[in-house]
Antibody, heavy 122, light 108 residues
């Protein structure tokens, strides 16, 4: 059974960098049928896609966050990570890591982590 | 770029049929996917490629997509179906995932 587990600090100070890691168990992150990504849900709001990465390192980012986001992959550890710089209170959210199913000219999320709450506050 | 429009809320009595729409110009020309997010839980894929169901999703959940509207239909609604529902597409022009604003389904 494939599982995704987020880990990282639950509290980040304004202007600092948010860092999260997702550990994949039960499957190889190098599987060519999947990308691996991050989505967040701020309190009282809907889902917001952050970005996604292939095992080769190819990435796609939400244009609204692109200047602050870096997603990386470590195939040796079967993990991928998110860094979001210069955070503000607006970045407070539950952050989910997820597996994207790759099909021609399409993408959907077929597996989600449980999510982790990150609060931005001094 | 796509902007997916969903009604903020839908209410239905137990046993009735709920229909949640996702609107965008010519959305019928691309694939639409649907997620259920119960309170305090992670989202779950309930319909992909307009009308296919992942294993483990009840047959009560179905999807359709034509013209300017995609629809998630939930037959014989149960109390456990109360959740937020999101539609999603992949924008090939900008290479990004786009979610609708979400619809809160209330079971009366």
């Amino acid at each position: 059974q494939v599982q995704l587990q987020e880990s990282g600090p639950g509290l980040v100070k304004p202007s600092e960098t948010l860092s999260l890691t997702c550990t994949v168990s039960g499957a190889s992150i190098s599987n060519r049928n999947y990308y691996w990504g991050w989505i967040r849900r701020p309190p009282g709001k809907g889902l917001e896609w952050i970005g996604t990465i292939y095992h080769s390192g190819n990435t796609y980012y939400n244009p609204s966050l692109k200047s602050r986001v870096t997603i990386s992959v470590d195939t040796s550890k079967n993990q991928f990570s998110l860094k979001l710089s210069s955070v503000t209170a607006a970045d407070t959210a539950v952050y989910y890591c997820a597996r994207d199913k790759v099909v021609p000219h399409d993408r959907y999320i077929d597996l989600w982590g449980r999510g982790t709450l990150v609060t931005v506050s001094s | 770029s796509y902007v997916l429009t969903q009604p903020p809320s839908v209410s239905v009595a137990p046993g009735e049929t709920a229909r949640i729409t996702c609107g965008e110009n010519n959305i019928g020309s691309i694939s639409v996917h649907w997620y259920q997010q119960r309170p305090g839980q992670a989202p779950v894929l309930v319909v992909y490629d307009d009308s296919d169901r992942p294993s483990g999703i009840p047959e009560r959940f179905s999807g359709s997509n034509s013209g300017d509207t995609a629809t998630l239909t939930i037959n014989r609604v149960e109390a456990g179906d109360e959740a937020d529902y999101y539609c999603q597409v992949w924008d090939t022009g900008t290479d990004r995932v786009i979610f609708g604003g979400g619809t809160k389904l209330t079971v009366l």
